[in-house]
């Protein structure tokens, strides 16, 4: 009779844990893909809503890297398999033109996320005049979306358009350091040379030399600093900025060709106090 007993208390304890466990696998919540970032906005068709996101949940002039997710209107499920592209277009009074943007591709380490970036060179004041257009295909059908976009002038130069001395117009803008520190930090830079008012092409192989100064502290400068040189890795250009204490900074550069030709900037002097090439940032 004791070994009855035993034997369906041990039953009774095993039937309880397996449930308990069954229990916790249906209660554990989802991965949330889109973590540590923020929805910036919506472009819908009949079909399918894209959310559009970033680390600050808006657009701004510069570099601005941006997941994406395409979610079936009908379902309400996300989709895993599409092939995306997307053109941004600024509409000018009496013209339109494009800006540097990547493809798309599936973001590492998720199911539903596409991710890629684009540049916006330049806005209105009220943060009017671009729209952005993706073209996606699932399961061999395709689909677009349209819609305009707002982006907002950045308080700093993170982003410059010039004309360079070999009549080619480049757009150079600030990738890294997203949080400057005290001390010596990675410098990305990207680099993009206009083909056409639709098209621009990534520079590479030049060279970006680099003098950070303090306009406010008598525009001195700082140590360990290095020029900038392009990596096939990532298609930036990569230096070393070393920031010696907290303020408003102006990053100036000089642009070189693989001839060691300056194609725009120039060295600061005490007669010259800034480049004519430069970026900015305080922090």
């Not at 601005?64 to 379902?75: F, Y």
């Not at 540049?119 to 395709?142: F, R």
Request: charged share 20%; proline share 3%; glycine share 6%.
């Amino acid at each position: 009779m004791k070994l009855k007993y035993i034997l369906l208390f041990l039953f009774i304890a095993c039937f309880t844990t397996a449930c308990n466990t069954d229990d916790a696998d249906d209660t554990q919540q989802e991965v949330n893909e889109v973590e540590g970032v923020l929805k910036v906005q919506e472009i819908s068709n009949n079909t399918h809503t894209i959310e559009l996101y970033n680390k600050e949940g808006v657009f701004k002039t510069g570099y601005n890297s941006i997941r994406l997710r395409i979610k079936d209107n009908t379902t309400n499920m996300y989709v895993e398999n599409a092939t995306v592209s997307w053109k941004p277009i600024m509409q000018m009074p009496s013209m339109q033109h494009s800006s540097p943007y990547s493809t798309i591709e599936k973001s590492i380490g998720t199911n539903t996320v596409y991710q890629g970036f684009i540049v916006y060179q330049m806005t209105n004041t009220d943060g009017s005049g671009w729209s952005l257009t993706i073209d996606y295909a699932i399961d061999g059908t395709d689909y677009t979306a349209t819609d305009a976009i707002h982006v907002l002038q950045n308080e700093k130069q993170h982003v410059t358009s010039f004309m360079g001395n070999d009549a080619v117009r480049y757009v150079l803008a600030l990738v890294e350091p997203e949080s400057p520190i005290i001390g010596v930090n990675t410098l990305k830079v990207a680099l993009f040379r206009m083909e056409s008012m639709m098209t621009f092409s990534e520079v590479e192989d030049y060279t970006i030399s680099l003098d950070p100064r303090m306009p406010g502290m008598g525009n001195h400068s700082s140590p360990n600093n290095t020029d900038l040189s392009y990596s096939f890795v990532d298609k930036l250009y990569h230096g070393d900025l070393s920031l010696t204490m907290t303020g408003y900074w102006v990053l100036n550069l000089k642009l070189m060709n693989t001839l060691d030709e300056i194609l725009k900037g120039e060295t600061v002097t005490e007669d010259n106090p800034q480049s004519s090439l430069y970026l900015e940032l305080e922090f």
